[in-house]
């Protein structure tokens, strides 16, 4: 397993896909939070990260599946997913292997953001007058929150040898995940069950954990939402074998 996650996660290094990504990422989130009108934080007048928090999870929408397009679409598509499946590793192991390359990539771009942190610490006022609490949650809200979206790239990316269709499906279904459910919940012959419509869906048990308050519901939630993406993804892989 580990073989397979580091020729994984060498692969994304060694090409430029992860560079873009990261480059991308770093680059619409700091002009989203520093220079755009709407949403500068300068222009808001308050040392928090809230306006960053809220608008990376329509990033990683995009981004995710960019990067997870390729996990078994690609083997398939050059030939080389029948030498992977024949290895001396469970399915499973293959599957985890291929997350967990894509979790530390996800990892990589959120890091260089700490320094939006640490540069709203310096201009608050006092100085350090920022509620390191509630953003400590949201990155961690936010880490779950891609966890769940890399699950679902994985699922997309076991269904096709295309990348492009495997990119489409992972952005629609992370977007259904997110935003569907609270949609749906607004219907009007739903309405008796609004909650329990929203709580299905991934929009709200981040909002829950970005408020700085670890609520085990939420955490057994995004790991059960991974869990099944990732169950999805071995059983794809089981039919196609």
Not at 98 to 115: D, E, G
Not at 119 to 147: H, R, T, W
Not at 179 to 187: A, N, P
Request: proline share 2%; hydrophobic share 50%.
């Amino acid at each position: 397993m580990y073989a397979i996650f580091k020729r994984e996660l060498f692969s994304f290094l060694s090409s430029m896909v992860a560079y873009i990504t990261i480059g991308i990422f770093l680059l619409v989130s700091g002009l989203l939070l520093w220079f755009f009108p709407d949403t500068s934080v300068l222009d808001y007048g308050y040392a928090e990260l809230s306006g960053f928090f809220s608008l990376v999870p329509y990033l990683f929408m995009f981004l995710i599946p960019a990067v997870t397009m390729r996990s078994f679409a690609e083997e398939r598509k050059e030939g080389t997913y029948e030498l992977l499946i024949t290895k001396p590793v469970t399915l499973w192991q293959i599957v985890s292997a291929k997350y967990l390359a894509c979790l530390v990539l996800m990892l990589f771009s959120l890091i260089p953001t700490l320094i939006y942190y640490y540069s709203l610490s310096k201009l608050g006022f006092p100085e350090g007058n920022i509620d390191s609490g509630a953003v400590i949650g949201s990155y961690i809200g936010l880490f779950l929150l891609g966890s769940a979206f890399i699950s679902i790239g994985i699922f997309a990316s076991a269904l096709t040898k295309n990348q492009i269709i495997a990119f489409a499906v992972a952005a629609a279904l992370c977007g259904f995940a997110f935003l569907g459910f609270d949609y749906s919940s607004q219907i009007v012959t739903m309405q008796n069950f609004e909650t329990t419509i929203a709580s299905l869906g991934i929009n709200q048990h981040y909002q829950s954990i970005s408020r700085g308050v670890l609520d085990t519901r939420d955490l057994i939630y995004f790991v059960s939402f991974c869990v099944i993406f990732l169950l999805s993804t071995k059983l794809v892989i089981e039919g196609k074998k």
